[in-house]
């Protein structure tokens, strides 16, 4: 996508609307740091001021994470997101499960309605990552495949709105699978996943609900044995 320059008018305004548009694709992802003031400048056409003021815009909505001697990095894909994220910071594994589970039944249900082909082959990849990831010693690594696979079933829903609200809990997300994982002696043999993924594929959303409740009854087992 890159930048373009922007017209004259409320120039502030269209500098944070192409920064949110480099963020909602992926361009600029979560974690990644954005490109220096002088190149935003150059790229956008205006001047340090307005690229200033829209970089604190989306600082104060918690989108940018400004970290001093290194410069701005991204911290959500949208205000919604931060909000999320700083709200989920303050609750139990419990309750976030519960979201879980009401967020990713349904989820699952619309993917198999929804899918496209690329995004079967995207849960694919995922499910497949999460497979091998299971066998590694790094514990963080299968979280991040996890959660990758989940994100991916979110994403063939099409539903922006409910795509949005996962990414912001993903902090959260992350937390409660690395808790769940903590206490489940073998992961790898956790329910659920790759019959999830056959099921969006098959466009069958009775398999997809019923593969959702298999691992999310799985994670609440684990938790109340461990608490």
């Known amino acids: 996508m890159g930048l373009t320059a922007v017209r004259p008018g409320r120039l502030c305004d269209g500098v944070v609307a192409q920064f949110e548009a480099l963020i909602a694709s992926g361009e600029w992802p979560v974690g990644a740091k954005i490109p220096a003031e002088p190149e935003l400048v150059a790229a956008l056409g205006v001047g340090r001021n307005t690229v200033r003021e829209a970089v604190r815009a989306l600082e104060h909505a918690g989108v940018l994470e400004p970290r001093r001697g290194d410069g701005t990095y991204v911290r959500a894909t949208s205000d919604l997101g931060a909000a999320l994220m700083r709200r989920a910071r303050r609750t139990t594994v419990a309750h976030v499960l519960a979201v879980r589970t009401s967020l990713e039944r349904d989820a699952a249900v619309a993917a198999a309605l929804n899918r496209t082909d690329a995004d079967v082959a995207a849960i694919r990849a995922a499910v497949e990552a999460r ?73 069958d959303p009775d398999a997809a609900r019923a593969a959702a409740n298999r691992y999310l009854d799985a994670a609440r087992a684990i938790m109340e044995r461990s608490s």
Not at 155 to 162: D, E, F, I, M
């Open 131 to 203: 497979r091998a990831a299971c066998d590694q010693p790094d514990r963080a690594a299968f979280v991040a495949a996890d959660v990758t696979f989940h994100r991916a079933v979110v994403a063939a829903t099409g539903n922006p709105v409910l795509i949005d609200l996962y990414a912001g809990l993903t902090e959260a997300l992350e937390h409660s699978v690395s808790e769940i994982d903590e206490h489940d002696d073998d992961p790898g043999a956790f329910p659920g996943h790759e019959e999830l993924a056959a099921a969006i594929a098959a466009g």
